[in-house]
């Protein structure tokens, strides 16, 4: 089946540090999306990539779809402490309103 | 918009007894919803797709006798966990696309489910 691989598992960085987070799979998605899971909470969509080689951002966040629509990468900069979380890159098994198949999460810890 | 609401957040039963887990799409309708379950420090996994007027589709290794869906309307789908056992303790989250054939899914805040 479809999988995603997220990297790296986790990070510990410093408040103010830029991070990077990517996710690669075998299999092509036509979709490609990012969350952010605070604890306890249910996953919140951060950015949503449709085209190879889109570059999106959502303020601080930046996301571009690979061009093979096999891998993305998720950046974030100048982090601050609420950006402490699990975040998730997510593809849908099809297209048109399927479940998503969802990688193992990056969890990011913010240092003050 | 896009939102999705769950109900109870959290709850707590004892071995043996059944719990009802409600999703909401609060301001658009959804054909279709889908329930998650996520373990502690672990991913989510999809359980079942749950189809406005007709059978859930479940994934393999769910039982569907003991997870019974019911998506009576276009904004309401229901998760009933039949004859709780501890094992049966997790995160339950659901989701929804917004749209007709949307790729991108709305998650709602989830139900901790702990059983005695």
């Known amino acids: 089946g479809q999988q995603l691989n997220q990297s790296p598992q986790s990070m510990f960085i410093q408040e103010g540090e830029d991070v990077s987070m990517n996710c690669t799979s075998s299999s092509i998605f036509n979709t490609w999306l990012w969350y952010k899971q605070d604890p306890g909470e249910g996953p919140v969509l951060l950015i949503a990539?449709?085209?190879?080689?889109e570059l999106t951002s959502n303020g601080r966040l930046t996301a571009q779809f690979g061009i093979t629509r096999k891998d993305s990468f998720l950046n974030i900069s100048a982090s601050i402490p609420s950006d402490v979380g699990i975040y998730f890159c997510?593809?849908?098994?099809?297209?048109?309103?399927?479940?998503?198949?969802f990688g193992k999460g990056t969890r990011l810890s913010v240092i003050a | 918009g896009a939102v999705v609401s769950q109900h109870p957040s959290r709850v707590i039963c004892k071995s043996g007894t059944s719990v009802k887990i409600e999703c909401r799409s609060l301001?658009?309708?959804?054909?279709?919803m889908f329930w998650y379950r996520q373990f502690p420090k672990q991913s989510l996994m999809l359980m079942a797709t749950?189809?406005?007027?007709?059978?859930?589709?479940?994934e393999q290794g769910v039982e569907k006798d003991k997870f019974l869906i019911n998506h009576a309307s276009l904004t309401l789908s229901t998760l009933t966990v039949t004859s709780a056992h501890p094992e049966d303790s997790s995160f339950y989250i659901c989701?929804?696309?917004?749209?007709?054939?949307?790729?991108?899914?709305?998650f709602g805040p989830g139900t901790r489910l702990t059983v005695l």
């Open positions: 997510a593809g849908p098994i099809s297209s048109g309103n399927t479940p998503l198949v």
């Open positions: 989701s929804a696309g917004d749209r007709a054939g949307a790729d991108t899914q709305y």
């Open positions: 301001d658009f309708q959804a054909t279709t």
């Open positions: 749950s189809n406005e007027g007709s059978k859930a589709t479940y």
């Open positions: 990539l449709y085209k190879a080689g």
